[in-house]
């Protein structure tokens, strides 16, 4: 199974300033079709995760755009340009390359 | 607009058996991959299992292969979990996802408590 380690596993930050978050995958997430399958969630407590960014880079519908993504390969970063109160909880990366689909640990992000 | 909505959760005993249902609306079951993912209190999400768009491919985590059976009634657009031999560990909310066989959820369900306990 691939295994997704992502750092830092909890991330105190301040309103309006930048954040990020890295995912390293143990395998390679590059697919024959072109396609990078790592993709964030976001879950605050007592709801669903809900999707915010897919093949690496692809902000879903209706996700503000300072949420953005980036890498390649094995090593993947979420950013958050300028962090809003409605960003806490927890963030997880997540890989659909290869069966199992498998989740990072989670970072938990809240304000300071 | 898309929803899901899954149901059926419920206290089983260890070794007994459960369905859990997605009813599926702004789209048809028969036109996309379903997933099923589960969350344990206070950990997180697990993918379960998944069936394609055309139902030719289906595959399930090792944790329950062999006890889990995803299917769908297309004709009232529902998707399905039977699960069998359930386990303690097996306790946790139960989503339905929509998304492509390979790749990302980009709908999910409120989800379903299961607890399996004696």
């Known amino acids: 199974d691939i295994v997704m380690t992502q750092t830092p596993l909890s991330s105190p930050v301040t309103l309006g300033q930048p954040a990020s978050i890295s995912c390293r995958s143990s395998?390679?997430?590059?697919?024959?079709?072109?396609?990078?399958?790592l993709s964030w969630l976001h879950q605050r407590p007592g709801q669903p995760p809900r999707l915010l960014i897919y093949k690496t880079s692809d902000r879903f519908s209706g996700v503000p755009d300072r949420f953005s993504g980036s890498g390649a390969g094995t090593d993947f970063t979420l950013t958050i340009s300028r962090v809003e109160a409605e960003d806490v909880g927890v963030y997880y990366c997540?890989?659909?390359?290869?069966?199992?689909?498998?989740f990072g640990q989670g970072t938990k992000v809240e304000i300071k | 607009q898309v929803q899901l909505v899954e149901s059926g959760g419920r206290v089983v005993q260890p070794g007994g058996s459960l369905r859990v249902s997605c009813a599926v609306s702004g789209f048809s079951v028969s036109s996309s991959g379903m997933h099923w993912v589960r969350q344990a209190p206070g950990k997180g999400p697990e993918w379960v299992a998944c069936?394609?768009?055309?139902?030719?491919?289906?595959h399930y985590a090792d944790s329950v292969q062999g006890r889990f059976t995803v299917f769908r009634d297309n004709s009232n657009n529902i998707l399905y979990l039977q699960m069998d031999s359930l386990r303690v560990e097996d306790t946790a909310i139960y989503y339905c996802?929509?998304?492509?066989?390979?790749?990302?959820?980009?709908?999910w369900g409120q989800g379903t408590l299961v607890t399996v306990s004696s």
């Open positions: 997540m890989q659909g390359a290869q069966f199992p689909f498998t």
């Open positions: 996802a929509k998304g492509p066989y390979g790749g990302y959820f980009d709908y």
């Open positions: 395998q390679s997430l590059a697919r024959s079709d072109g396609n990078t399958y």
């Open positions: 069936q394609r768009f055309d139902e030719t491919l289906k």
